[in-house]
Nanobody, 121 residues
């Protein structure tokens, strides 16, 4: 069993900053890609940012230049630093990891439970 636990969401005014974190634990041999997705009320879940084990990043156009994804491989943790937040960034943010299971092999995917980020205008 692999678990992803997010933390760090909350309420912030427009223009402010927040950092969310996600720690993976359990029967992990290695983690390939980690990422953040978000889902606003009435909308589909969308990709925010991803990062490979080697540090290559990818961002949605809507967050480029404002959000930064990073990871600590030793801690199996991924971070999302969010600056210059806008009301349209309001959503539940979900952590995602693609990993190799210790016993069952590669290409497994897990999701966190989500953390609410609310940006007031």
């Amino acid at each position: 069993q692999v678990q992803l636990v997010e933390s760090g969401g909350g309420l912030v005014q427009a223009g402010g900053s927040l950092r969310v974190s996600c720690a993976a634990s359990g029967s992990i041999f290695s983690i390939n890609n980690m990422g953040w997705y978000r889902q606003a009320p009435g909308k589909q879940r969308e990709l925010v940012a991803t990062i490979t084990s080697g540090g290559t990043t990818n961002y949605a156009d809507s967050v480029k230049g404002r959000f930064t994804i990073s990871r600590d491989n030793a801690k199996n943790t991924v971070y999302l630093q969010m600056n210059s937040l806008k009301p349209e960034d309001t959503a539940v943010y979900y952590c995602n990891a693609v990993y190799t299971h210790q016993a069952m092999g590669p290409y497994f995917r897990s999701w966190g439970q989500g953390t609410q980020v609310t940006v007031s205008s």
